[in-house]
């Protein structure tokens, strides 16, 4: 385990498991916090020995969403110097969401609890959501007259469709896990007692392949709605040429053909 105190760390059998550790705040982002989580996604991207990750917290809640403490420091800033403070902090909190959501692994979000504002949208930044039985979304923005700013306004349509999107920002009404599942909030859910070894389970089965064509292909899929066909099948065939190269591919291929070979 990683030495941090708001988040915890643990690396085994080439799964990351990140833990927000928060739980009498049932894991409202602090500032503090929010270093510490950049910190951790920038050693598990860069870490070739660590195939996957698992996003989950501590305690009752996932992630309770921004710290309401630092939105009332915020507010008394003096009155010049409020929006460019807020603009800094947007650029740290894009700066997280584009690390989880660039990742070059799989990532997976075990939400045990209630995932509220910039928590819904931090499981979204996942490339699959878990949930828990006792875990629930909303998108309380609303309630503190801000909007989604952890990538929510882009992750949400994607999974739900726009008006059905609009609606839980409108209203930042809860959704249970059942419903979240029917939604396609949640790609699965899961057992109270089970997530944990559920989502490690599921990332190893999501990281057993190529590395280098794991990698490729999430960059490529990630940009797949915002760009034309056209530069979808060049930028893949970009990355197959650098699969054609790959360690992997090239054992891969050998073994098979060695297997045959020896059966002939």
């Not at 705040?25 to 270093?35: G, I, L, Q, T, Y």
């Not at 309401?68 to 409020?82: F, T």
């Not at 990355?239 to 790959?246: D, E, K, N």
Request: include cysteine.
């Amino acid at each position: 385990m990683d030495n941090y105190s708001l988040i915890e760390l643990k690396i085994e059998s080439g799964i990351a498991l990140l833990t927000f550790n928060r739980p009498d705040k049932r894991n409202a982002m602090s500032d503090d916090m929010r270093s510490e989580f950049i910190d951790a996604l920038e050693r598990v991207a860069a870490d070739k020995a660590i195939r996957a990750l698992v996003l989950t917290g501590n305690g009752k809640g996932f992630c309770a969403g921004g710290d309401v403490a630092g939105m009332q420091r915020r507010m008394e800033a003096p009155i010049g110097e409020v929006g460019f403070n807020g603009w800094s902090r947007q650029q740290r909190v894009h700066y997280t969401v584009k690390l989880l959501h660039t990742m070059p692994k799989p990532t997976i979000a075990a939400v045990n609890g209630a995932a509220a504002g910039l928590g819904a949208d931090t499981a979204l930044c996942c490339d699959f959501v878990l949930a828990s039985e006792a875990a629930s979304f909303s998108w309380s923005y609303i309630n503190r007259g801000l909007i989604p700013d952890g990538g929510g306004m882009y992750f949400l349509p994607r999974r739900v469709g726009l008006p059905a999107a609009k609606e839980l920002v409108f209203t930042g009404r809860k959704v249970e896990a059942q419903e979240a599942a029917a939604l396609g909030i949640a790609d699965r859910l899961s057992k109270p007692e089970a997530l944990i070894d559920d989502a490690l389970s599921w990332a190893a089965q999501l990281s057993q392949g190529s590395a280098t064509a794991i990698a490729l292909g999430k960059s490529i899929m990630n940009q797949s709605f915002e760009l034309p066909a056209d530069q979808v099948f060049a930028q893949g065939s970009q990355a197959q040429g650098i699969c054609y190269t790959s360690t992997e591919h090239r054992d891969s291929v050998l073994a098979f053909l060695n297997k045959t070979a020896s059966k002939a």
